[in-house]
C-alpha cells in the first residue's frame, strides 16, 4: 500500500465511531471523489496531510490513504507537506519534524513545523492545486488550524487553488474562552478566534478569506468540499486519535481546558497512557490519584515529572468539555502566604500564547474568581458568534 500508512498511529489507535451504519454516518469531504477527482484532472497536486487523512475509516477495516487514492486515480500527486506531528502522525508535539521522501512513491514529504511553518515558493514552485486534508480538534491553539492559514497564504502568494476537505469539529458544539489578542499571535495562536472557537477548518478557511485574515488581507482561491449529514450540535466521535496525546474521546473533549496546564508545574498525565484526563505533580496534598510519567517514543520522550510519584485527579468520568475551575483550583495550591503564586507557571509567556492573551494569567495571580475573568470575554464571543455566521456550512 503506497505510504505504508493505512493508520499507522500507536498501533493503529481507534477510537469509538459515532456512526453506527453507511446510512446514518457523517460523509466526509475526502470521500466525494466524484467532486474532488474532476478539479484535479490535468493538475499537479501537494497534498498537506497526516495519518488521518483516510478514507471511510469509521466503516472498514482497512482504510485507504487519501494519497493511495488519488494516485491509483491518475492524479499527478507531487508531493506532500507534513504537519505538526508529521505525515505519519508518530512525532511528539513540539517536535521538529524534518523533511524526507517516501520509500515505495518516491514522493517528496515536505515538513511545515520545521525549519518552515509555511510552504516555501519553492516547494510550490510545480504545484498548481493544494489538497488539505487533516482531521483537527477544534482548539486555536491545535496547530493544524495554524498550518491551514499559513498554507493558504502561501497558496495565495503563489496563485495556487487550496482545496479543503471538511471534516466535522468535535468540538463543534460550543464557543469558549478569550479572543485572540493581535499582541499574542503565535504559531500555537494565529487565528482570531476565541480558544474553543466551533467551527470546522472549512468554514475558518472562508472566514479566514472573508474576514482578511492572511497577511496583507490577501485571498486565497478556494475551495471547501464539504461534510453531508452533520450539524454543529452533533455528537461527532473521531475514529482515529489526532495526535499521540490525544488518544481517547476523553482526552480531546478535555483538551481545550487541560492544555492550559502545559507551562505550569502541573503534569497533565504526558507520558502515561491517559494524558490529557489526569492531573497532578508531585507532592501535592489534595486528590488520592497517582501516576508516574515516563518516557514514551513517539509521544513523550521527556514528559513533565519524569519518573516522578505525581498526586492529583483522575478526569476520566469528568462530563464537562470547557471547565476552566480544574486550572483555578490548582493555581491556588501554589499561592504563598504573600498572595503570590510560587512556582505554578514555568513559563508565562507560553501560558499567555496558548491564552491569546495575558488577562488569564493576571487574573490567576490576582486571585479572582473564574467567573470573573469568563465573564470579561462574554461580550466578545457573543459578537465572534456574529461574524462567523456567514461562514457557516452547517446548522448549528
Known sequence: M??????????????????PSESSRCILGNEKLEVLIPILESKSVAVVGNHTSVLKADITENPTHLVDTLMSLG?????????????????????????????VTGLSILSLHGKHRK????????????????????????????????????????????????????????VQGPMLDPDFSSFVSLAPVPVVHGMTLGEIALMANGEGWLKGGIVADLEVISCEGYKHSSWY??????????????????????????PTAVSIGRGTPTPFEITGYPGNTKG?????PVSTPGASPN??????????????????????????EYAEHFRN???????????????????????????LENGLHLEEIEASWEDDLEEFKISRTPYLLYPL
Open 2 to 19: 503506497r505510504l505504508a500508512l493505512a493508520i499507522l498511529f500507536l498501533g493503529s489507535t481507534l477510537l469509538a465511531c459515532s456512526q
Open 75 to 103: 492524479v499527478n500527486v507531487v508531493k506532500a507537506f507534513a504537519p505538526e506531528h508529521g505525515f505519519r502522525g508518530n512525532q511528539a508535539n513540539g517536535a521538529n519534524i524534518v523533511d524526507g521522501v517516501d520509500t
Open 119 to 174: 510552504p516555501s515558493n519553492e516547494s510550490l514552485a510545480d504545484v498548481s492545486v493544494i489538497v488539505f486534508d487533516i482531521q483537527d480538534v477544534g482548539a486555536r491553539f491545535y496547530t493544524y488550524l495554524s498550518t491551514l492559514l499559513l498554507v493558504m497564504e502561501a497558496a495565495a502568494e503563489n496563485d495556487i487553488k487550496v482545496i479543503v476537505l471538511d471534516r466535522p469539529n468535535p468540538h463543534g458544539h460550543h
Open 237 to 262: 466521535s473521531l475514529t482515529i486519535a489526532p495526535s499521540p496525546n490525544l488518544p481517547s474521546e476523553q482526552s480531546i473533549a478535555l483538551y481545550p481546558s487541560l492544555c492550559f496546564f502545559e
Open 288 to 292: 488520592d490519584f497517582q501516576f508516574t
Open 303 to 328: 514528559p513533565k515529572h519524569k519518573d516522578q510519584i505525581c498526586h492529583g485527579q483522575n478526569l476520566r468520568s469528568h462530563k464537562t468539555t470547557w471547565d476552566l475551575s480544574i486550572l483555578f
Open 337 to 363: 502566604d504573600q498572595g503570590e503564586l510560587e512556582g505554578f507557571f514555568t513559563s508565562e509567556s507560553f501560558f499567555d500564547k496558548l491564552a491569546g492573551t495575558d488577562q488569564l494569567r493576571i487574573a
